[in-house]
Structures are given as structure tokens and as C-alpha cells.
């Protein structure tokens, strides 16, 4: 919280954009294995903002179930259940990633891009609930 206003919508956008990037990412380093490293930190960024929003989650609760009539604590749970999937996805995707970063076979990037893809889907739906506790009527 900042000034009584939770930090977690300011932060939640860094992880959403680097994450889904990292993704689009790893499907052109199947052509151009030189940007794997590049892949590798935008994941890592991705990780460090992710962990910070979902860190932050916490104020943003306290302030909508607080502030927010249509919000409800099983709603929240449910969103946040969802970033915790979305973010080890990822960090599964990281370690494939960093594991075949030397290789020359594609098979970890390839496992890689399998669970970023799954990851991209499990942020969109994590978004999604947030999205209908802010937005909904």
C-alpha cells in the first residue's frame, strides 16, 4: 500500500507484458537459437515482477474486500491460486529453458515453449478473475 492505495494493479502489468513476450519469444528462438539468452532474462524479469505482484496481492485484497462490494474472499482466493500456477508454469519453463540453454538440440526449448504456453494461458485466466473483481457489476 502506498498512501492507502494497493500497489498490486500498478504492478501487475510488468510480469503480464514480459511473461507473455518471454512466450512469443520462445517461438522465435526456434528459428534463431541466439535468442535464447534473451528469452532467459525476459523469463527471469518476468519472474522477479511476477513475485513482486503477487506479493503485493495482499494489500489489494484487504483494499477490495474492504472497498469493493462485488468482491468476495473466494473470488480473491481463486485469482490468487491462479498467479501461483501462472508463475511456477513459468518458472518451470525458466528451468527447462536454462537446462537446454547449452544444448544443441531443441527438445528443453521445446519443452520450454510447451509450458510457457500453457503458463500464457493460466496469466490470461489469472487476469481475467481480476478483471471481473474490478470490473464487474
Do not use: C
Amino acid at each position: 500500500m502506498l498512501a492507502g492505495v494497493p500497489l498490486h494493479p500498478l504492478l501487475v502489468h510488468a510480469p503480464i507484458a514480459l511473461l507473455l513476450f518471454a512466450t512469443v519469444l520462445l517461438v522465435f528462438s526456434l528459428k534463431w537459437v541466439q535468442l535464447k539468452l534473451f528469452v532467459l532474462i525476459t523469463l527471469f524479469a518476468g519472474l522477479l515482477t511476477g513475485a513482486a505482484a503477487y506479493l503485493s496481492g495482499d494489500g489489494a485484497e484487504e483494499y477490495a474486500e474492504a472497498n469493493l462490494s462485488n468482491v468476495t474472499h473466494a473470488a480473491v482466493e481463486n485469482h490468487e491460486h491462479f498467479a501461483l500456477f501462472s508463475l511456477v508454469a513459468f518458472g518451470i519453463a525458466f528451468v527447462f529453458l536454462l537446462l537446454g540453454y547449452r544444448s544443441s538440440k531443441k527438445t528443453m526449448l521445446m519443452l520450454s515453449l510447451l509450458v510457457a504456453v500453457v503458463g500464457s494461458g493460466l496469466l490470461a485466466y489469472t487476469g481475467h478473475l481480476g478483471g471481473q473483481m474490478v470490473y464487474a457489476k
